[in-house]
């Protein structure tokens, strides 16, 4: 799960890292109002989490509370690259002097957290490890011995500057693998984290991405779980359902048993000169109201055209989805054709109650993926 | 080179107690394996599927000389349930549950790495099968599999279900089939398996199946070249029309920034020289093996 900015900031701010003053204007009017109060120039920035959001103009700066009222009006209620604006960070516009990079992450293939320092901030890191691969450092911790001060401080070595920044910047990053750790971060990053002329760090920008699979954990995420700015309407409402879904571009529908399989199925389908609508995993021993509510959940997509369910039953039991695809073409106020394909756990009972409903089904994935583009 | 996955595995159940543990017990019991005893804390004395259970992972050690373990413990009890094992002595531990934070398998993984000779298997597994031996560490419906040559490595659940299916129709049968997991970071990985398979006399060829989401693909499409790999190599890819930034389904299927895509695993693959299939049954034909085995 991805945190908003100021989220975020004020997650880093109650660990102690500097973030600029600033508060959240969902319209013009607080805009002006926030502006006012910091009395000095301004820095509105767009809430969607996206990335490039500077480039498609959802970063602009305010020289005073009229302009910030103006530029709000703009942003608030526009879209950048798909997403909405419903908020805007409004935040005094920082005196740069120099500008660093700063991460935690997950390194998948270390198998455990790096962190990341560069003193080239405020681009995107993957254009710094391109131009200036000297320029960032990495640090991959041992979980059992974690990452102190003084360990930043060792890394940040290489690093030419004075002792100021190097301490300030190591206890930036030392509290950065701590909230990683503390609140199940996949990644927790700043860019830039300015130095202003008085030689103060500051996080101009920050990113946080919650481990989906410890919400449980933190119970400051998980009361926005069910809201989350990337998510599209439909993806909202899956969510809500306990259902692993994600919009694509197309007009066929799928649904399967398993993320590999499904992700094989729109594959497939693809092969087969169609365009996959969505990606929909009952996963493993669905019951049929899962299988009953996905099910409406595609049929009301308006773009889908036909749906193709793929069931390989292991603890799925094919009779158990056929009933709740039953229930769930009767409960929906759009009907569309579908094909299905059953194979595995009582696989001919689940095809008996199918037929009986005038729904054929397939034992390969292959005939189902030809006949729904048929459909 | 001993095995890395024991073929004469001594099994202990962790979770056994759970709807999902005592089911599985029972089948991986009919499907021959010798499940020696099941743990679950404060339900030691009991009996599921007439194999003895036990609170502590350390007693079936002891008592039974147990080997391997399957984890069937929810999530948040996961890390636990793994740890405990690895200071019992448990060798093979296989964790079926999903949805372990990654902090915790950072952590427990560490720990395995440190203990030598701990192997990890998931988490977020269906496990492991080898058919030969009538030894089923998953729950994997054993009837897609049959004693065979062909050695499965996979990210997935019902998708290795459907290529195994594939592999079993054409006659090929499967030596071993183990999921190494659909998380983000997993234990045992695709080019130790690979490495195994090399060595096992009975396995003639390899199936790789990968998905978008970190570099795994990548780096066994880099060992099967730098070491000229001597057996046939078929890979399959899911996920090729995968957005950027979504997780599909599984937690490590995610495309971030240039990092994961189908396309880079599928020209890693074929710089490597492995024909990497464009649907599940086209594998069992792409196989090159030898003549004797075709």
């Known amino acids: 799960m991805k945190l908003f900015e100021y989220e975020a900031k004020d997650l880093l701010r109650r660990n102690g890292i500097s973030i600029p003053i600033g508060y959240v204007a969902y319209n013009s009017e607080e805009a002006e109002g926030i502006a006012r109060g910091i009395g000095k120039p301004v820095v509105l920035k767009a809430q969607v989490l996206v990335s490039g959001r500077g480039k498609s103009g959802g970063i602009r700066v305010a020289s005073d509370a009229t302009e910030a009222r103006s530029i709000a009006s703009d942003l608030i209620g526009s879209t950048i690259s798909g997403h909405r604006v419903d908020s805007l960070l409004v935040e005094e516009k920082l005196e740069i002097v120099e500008q660093f990079y700063a991460s935690v992450t997950i390194d998948r293939y270390a198998r455990t957290h790096v962190v990341l320092a560069s003193t080239s901030g405020g681009v995107d890191i993957e254009e710094t490890a391109q131009t200036s691969p000297d320029a960032i450092l990495r640090y991959w911790v041992d979980p059992d011995i974690g990452f102190s001060t003084a360990d930043a401080v060792g890394m940040l070595g290489p690093f030419s500057m004075n002792d100021n920044d190097r301490s300030k910047f190591a206890s930036v990053i030392s509290t950065l693998y701590k909230v990683a750790l503390e609140h199940d971060a996949e990644l927790v990053e700043i860019n830039p984290l300015v130095r202003t002329p008085s030689g103060e760090l500051i996080a101009a920008d920050a990113r946080l991405v919650a481990d989906d699979n410890a919400l449980f954990r933190n119970p400051i995420f998980r009361e926005k779980s069910f809201r989350r700015g990337e998510d599209t309407p439909r993806e909202a409402e899956a969510r809500k359902q306990n259902l692993a879904y994600v919009d694509l571009d197309g007009d066929i529908g799928i649904i399967g048993n398993g993320a590999g399989l499904v992700m094989s199925t729109i594959d497939l389908v693809q092969l087969f000169g169609g365009r996959p609508g969505n990606f929909l995993d009952i996963g493993g021993g669905a019951q049929t109201e899962i299988i009953k509510g996905g099910l409406i959940l595609v049929m009301l997509k308006p773009e889908v055209r036909a749906i193709l369910i793929n069931i390989l039953g292991g603890i799925t039991r094919c009779d158990v989805v056929a009933q709740g695809i039953i229930e769930g073409l009767n409960e929906s106020s759009i009907k569309k054709p579908i094909a299905v394909r059953l194979m595995g756990t009582n696989e001919e009972e689940g095809a008996r109650i199918l037929h009986q409903a005038g729904i054929n089904t397939y034992p390969n994935m292959e005939e189902a993926a030809a006949e729904v583009l048929k459909l | ?294």
């Open chain 2, 1 to 294: 080179m001993t095995s890395i996955i024991n073929k004469d595995p001594k099994v202990v159940v962790q979770g056994i107690t759970g709807r999902e543990g005592t089911l599985h017990t029972a089948l991986m019991l009919s499907y021959g394996t010798r499940i020696v005893a099941g743990v679950t804390p404060g339900k030691g004395g009991q009996q599921v599927q007439n194999v003895p259970v036990y609170n502590h992972v350390s007693e079936a050690v002891n008592n039974h000389n147990a080997d391997t373990s399957i984890i069937f413990v929810p999530a948040p009890f996961a890390r636990n349930a793994v740890l405990n094992a690895i200071d019992a002595g448990i060798k093979t531990v296989v964790v079926i549950t999903e949805g372990i934070p990654q902090r915790d398998v950072i952590e427990f993984i560490a720990k395995a790495n440190k203990n030598g000779d701990v192997t990890i298997i998931g988490p977020n597994t269906p496990g492991f099968i080898n058919p030969p031996n009538s030894v089923k560490v998953g729950i994997m419906p054993a009837h897609i599999f049959s004693p065979g040559i062909i050695g499965i490595a996979s990210r997935s659940g019902t998708l290795t279900y459907e290529i195994a299916w594939h592999v079993t129709n054409a006659g090929l049968g499967q030596s071993m089939c183990v999921g190494i997991g659909g998380d983000p970071i997993v234990g045992l990985g695709f080019t130790k398996l690979l490495e195994m398979f090399k060595d096992d006399e009975a396995t003639k060829g390899v199936v790789l199946i990968g998905e978008i989401g970190g570099n795994a693909e990548e780096l066994a499409a880099g060992y099967i070249k730098e070491t000229n790999y001597p057996k046939p190599v078929v890979a399959y890819i899911a996920g090729r029309l995968a957005p950027p930034e979504k997780r599909m389904g599984h937690a490590g299927a995610i495309v971030m920034g240039n990092v994961g895509t189908a396309k880079s695993k599928i020209d890693a693959f074929t710089a490597a020289g492995v024909p990497v299939a464009e649907k599940p049954s086209d594998i069992a034909k792409l196989l090159r093996l030898g003549e004797e085995n075709r």
